[in-house]
């Protein structure tokens, strides 16, 4: 089967770093999508890996590694909106086309 | 950027009706459309895959029969929950991929439903 893993909950402190892992075991895989998810809203893209290293853009940059499926997603200059639920996704290939299966979402709650 | 659309945005219904949930590729066509549903807490599940112009593929454990899924156009795909019941009350997303780019699927902005 397919299993995407990341932490339920987290805390960070506004102004603060935080990372948030997401590790995968999966058949078909193409790359590693990041997602921030308000309450009662849908998910808005943040990312998309595909090669593995290191993309930056602005206060978000995201990780991938292939070889140990392993991703994060780092935020920088931790602000109150922040707080939301990221979900790491993996975009997959089978038989009928391409899917994405989601992790259980983290949690994020920025203190101030 | 691509925008999908999603009516109604929430809807109350008794139990025993039917719900018609639309969703729509605004500026790009969609040859694939992919339904979703939330419960509280916890993450988007997959329930279909729709494909323009023939049958959608259900995800293990999601009634075909209950959840039923047209997809006409390469700019609409419905779901239908037929005969809700108040287990049925969730946060439905749909996305939609741009036949023409691989990769990012659009998210549309989710309907919740409410089965009394």
């Known amino acids: 089967g397919q299993n995407i893993d990341q932490p339920t909950e987290m805390t960070a402190t506004e102004g603060a770093i935080v990372q948030i892992n997401c590790t995968y075991q999966?058949?078909?895989?193409?790359?590693l999508f990041w997602y921030q998810q308000h309450a009662g809203e849908a998910p808005t893209f943040l990312s998309y890996?595909?090669?593995?290293g290191l993309e930056e853009k602005g206060r978000f940059s995201s990780f991938l590694s292939r070889s140990k499926g392993y991703s994060y997603l780092l935020l920088k200059e931790l602000q109150m909106k922040d707080s939301a639920s990221y979900l790491c996704?993996?975009?997959?290939?089978?038989?009928?086309?391409?899917?994405?299966?989601f992790g259980g979402g983290t949690r994020l709650m920025v203190k101030p | 950027g691509a925008v999908v659309s999603q009516h109604p945005s929430w809807v109350i219904c008794k139990s025993g009706t039917s719900v018609k949930i639309e969703c729509r590729s605004l500026?790009?066509?969609?040859?694939?459309m992919f339904w979703y549903r939330q419960f509280p807490k916890q993450s988007l599940m997959l329930m279909a895959t729709?494909?323009?112009?023939?049958?959608?593929?259900?995800e293990q454990g999601v009634e075909k029969d209950k959840f039923l899924i047209n997809h006409a156009s390469l700019t609409l795909s419905t779901l239908t929950v037929t005969s809700a019941h108040p287990e049925d009350s969730s946060f439905y997303i749909c996305?939609?991929?741009?036949?023409?780019?691989?990769?990012?699927?659009?998210f549309g902005p989710g309907t919740r439903l409410t089965v009394l």
């Open positions: 996704a993996a975009f997959l290939s089978y038989n009928a086309g391409n899917m994405l299966t």
């Open positions: 890996n595909v090669l593995d």
């Open positions: 729709s494909n323009e112009g023939s049958k959608a593929t259900y």
């Open positions: 999966t058949s078909g895989f193409n790359g």
């Open positions: 996305s939609a991929r741009d036949s023409y780019t691989a990769g990012e699927q659009f």
């Open positions: 500026d790009f066509q969609a040859t694939t």
